[in-house]
């Protein structure tokens, strides 16, 4: 049986008297990826940090493995990419593993192997001892998904990972989220990329701080008698 990893009900978020997240209802099941979808200025984001405890909800309840985050003893489970890289850019994409590495708690050895091996998936590898200063918009997103990645937790946070990222490198990042999707790891991933929203197991539409939609992407596709994601999204905003 699936357990929920990821649990919101009724979410309220207000900035000031602008309402960002009205009566937000969602889940994240044990072993599961869920994308979720909407334009900008929708709310992805904001659904993002209040479900970390990064924004403090306005009504209703967010909850990460049954807990209320923020929550210290659970971060070593939980790998987060936020839309704007965090990186240290007089550190090295090696040291800036390392140090991030070590706030997760990998030992000496962990650490060795798992930063030659997400290195590898990101492509990274031949620039890892180069200062983040002097890396490219698209070399820092591949570092941060790296960092996101370190220690295999159990959950997966993704805030639009594969922005300025090239079609083959999204392929081999995809097929990475699969093989942690296989080993029962649950992943919730922000994305503006439709083909990418076919390959999760539910999906949720965003739209005006509601979740106008969420189920898997062949039950939405008949729900909204079209042929793609991309067309439920447009249908669902009323574009013709």
Not at 85 to 103: H, I, K, P, T, V
Request: negative net charge; proline residues 3%.
């Amino acid at each position: 049986m699936q357990t929920s990893i990821i649990n919101l009900q009724h979410l309220v978020k207000k900035f000031g008297k602008q309402t960002v997240l009205k009566d937000v209802n969602m889940n994240v099941l044990s072993g599961e990826i869920v994308g979720l979808i909407g334009p900008s200025g929708a709310g992805k984001s904001t659904v993002i940090k209040t479900t970390l405890g990064m924004e403090v909800v306005d009504g209703g309840s967010a909850t990460v493995f049954g807990e209320t985050m923020p929550n210290r003893n659970l971060l070593a489970n939980i790998g987060y990419m936020a839309q704007t890289d965090a990186l240290y850019d007089a550190l090295s994409g090696r040291e800036n593993l390392a140090f991030y590495g070590q706030m997760k708690g990998l030992s000496p050895s962990e650490l060795k192997r798992e930063i030659k091996h997400v290195a590898q998936v990101v492509d990274l590898t031949k620039d890892l001892d180069k200062r983040v200063s002097g890396y490219s918009g698209g070399m820092m997103r591949r570092l941060s998904l790296s960092i996101a990645l370190l220690g295999n937790p159990r959950l997966l946070i993704l805030d639009e990972p594969t922005v300025g990222i090239d079609p083959a490198l999204r392929r081999q990042i995809w097929a990475e989220l699969g093989k942690i999707h296989n080993e029962g790891r649950s992943i919730l991933i922000t994305t503006h990329v439709m083909d990418e929203a076919e390959l999760c197991d539910r999906v949720a539409l965003l739209l005006d701080g509601q979740v106008m939609a969420f189920n898997q992407p062949d039950v939405l596709k008949m729900q909204y008698n079209v042929d793609s994601i991309e067309d439920v999204f447009l249908k669902a905003e009323g574009v013709q």
